[in-house]
């Protein structure tokens, strides 16, 4: 009996240490963009003011954009390139949807 209790708990503890809960676009967007983008997603951080980033925040065009187009335009985007090596596409995916969540705002 003794022998199946710990069998059981090291299951649980591989099956627990298996599982992961996805970030949320925000903290995503906020850990990984926001220095360039800003949280409001208009570009009003030094690092955007001296890159000349553009404002996400109405902008139209990121607003019409399907998920998988903006995902596309993300990954072709050269300035990218270092977050597209770290991100996972679940990650990617979810601080885009961000993203256009913040172009339909002004």
Known sequence: ?????????????LVGGLSTTPASGADVFKDNC?????????ADTTAGKALKVPQLAGDAKVAA??????????????????LVKKLSDDDIAAATAR????????
Not at 34 to 42: D, K, Y
């Open 1 to 13: 009996m003794m022998l199946r209790s710990v069998a059981t708990g090291v299951v649980l503890v």
């Open 99 to 106: 993203a256009k969540e913040l172009a339909g705002t002004k």
């Open 34 to 42: 926001a220095s360039c983008h800003g949280v409001t997603g208009h």
């Open 65 to 82: 954009m399907s998920p998988a187009e903006l995902i596309a335009a993300f990954k072709a985007n050269e300035k990218h390139k270092g």
